[in-house]
């Protein structure tokens, strides 16, 4: 089996939790071969605790690496566009974490560079390769017909989870012009996105981009892409939303927030007239909790509950050994900006009916 050689872009949370301990835990497929991130004291710790040599602090020079495969941009996602484009021009492939990006234009340009580097670019849509989640898919389109669904996404702040349950480097060493930069290149980019809304609404649109990807992307797989955004609402300060969307012959609505409970409900449900389905996910940030598909259905005088656990594997690494494959044998993924590009412009329509209600 070829050993795909990494560079990681961007050492925060989701890199020191998720993606260097499980290229780790695949050793046969996966050597990480060089770090990049803005802070000094992170590439040290990073570095000396998984045993990288090679790091840098600008994404061009760990690029140009010569012996690097793939690159893994897991940075902040203003700079999410800007380092898959350097990439994937450069040949690379490219795991990009979501949300992609925060524009369309930003979009079609990963399109061109990955199509000029001749490399795959794959989002890390980590849900949508959850074998419950994969099984729901098949058993939905089974379904004779579709009364109504309900995507929900209501998490406690990811720190309630971390702070009892991993260790996290952090470092107080960024310089002020590189803060400057990220705010001043998120305002740009939101308000090329969305044009000029109230702080709520950048709120809200932020918090599509990051917490709302995973849930309507899996919806847009597992049902198809809404015809119409019906109705949308903000509270809290844009922290908390829900919309109604439209679909062929039924509705379905999503709620999403983020409060201070130490729990995390997200989950997918589709309601048949005589067959319920659901995936239930757990917090990402403790490994191997297991995603589950429910069935709940109705045949003659009895009706039965089943929870069906097709492994404790969790989703990322299912992620991982997909994107192996995508990489060895250069094939496109399920989840390509093409399909990225869909949440982007459903997004925005949220925010477009938001602002009707403003």
């Not at 802070?39 to 045993?51: F, I, K, N, T």
């Not at 922290?239 to 997200?266: L, P, Y």
């Not at 989703?315 to 094939?331: I, K, R």
Request: a negative charge.
């Amino acid at each position: 089996m070829k050993r795909v050689k990494v560079g990681v872009v961007g050492l925060g949370e989701v890199a020191q939790i998720i993606h260097l301990p499980i290229l780790r835990s695949l050793p046969d497929q996966y050597e990480v071969a060089a770090i990049c991130d803005v802070s000094e004291g992170l590439l040290r710790a990073v570095g000396d605790r998984h045993g990288i040599e090679r790091r840098y602090t600008r994404a061009a020079d760990l690029v140009a690496q010569e012996d690097i495969d793939a690159v893994f941009v897991l940075n902040s996602d203003e700079y999410h566009a800007e380092h898959t484009i350097l990439a994937a021009r450069a040949g690379k492939h490219v795991l990009v974490e979501k949300p992609m990006c925060l524009t369309l234009r930003e979009a079609e340009e990963i399109v061109a560079a990955r199509d000029a580097g001749g490399g795959q670019v794959m989002v890390a849509y980590m849900r949508r390769y959850a074998p419950a989640f994969t099984r729901a898919v098949d058993e939905v389109r089974a379904l004779e017909k579709i009364n109504y669904v309900r995507v929900r996404d209501i998490i406690g702040q990811n720190a309630l989870i971390i702070e009892q349950s991993s260790l996290v480097h952090r470092f107080d060493d960024i310089p002020e012009s590189a803060r400057n930069d990220r705010t001043e290149r998120a305002q740009a980019l939101v308000r090329e996105a969305v044009g000029e809304v109230s702080p709520e609404l950048v709120r809200s649109y932020r918090m599509l981009l990051g917490l709302g990807s995973h849930d309507l992307s899996a919806m847009r797989e597992l049902i198809g892409v809404p015809r119409k955004v019906l109705a949308a609402s903000q509270w809290n300060g844009g922290s908390f939303m829900n919309a109604i969307f439209q679909f062929d012959g039924f509705n379905g609505t999503f709620e999403m927030g983020v409060d201070r409970q130490r729990r995390f409900d997200a989950h997918l449900e589709v309601y048949g007239d005589s067959r319920q389905l659901r995936v239930q996910y757990d917090t990402p940030y403790i490994r191997h909790l297991p995603t589950t598909f429910q069935v709940r259905e109705t045949v003659g005088d009895a009706y039965t509950e089943t929870i069906h656990r097709p492994t404790f594997k969790d989703p990322y690494t299912h992620e991982l050994e997909y994107f192996h494959n995508v990489v060895t044998n250069n094939v496109a993924p399920k989840t390509t900006p093409e399909d990225s590009m869909e949440d982007l412009r459903l997004f925005r329509e949220i925010i477009e009916v938001l602002k009707t209600q403003a």
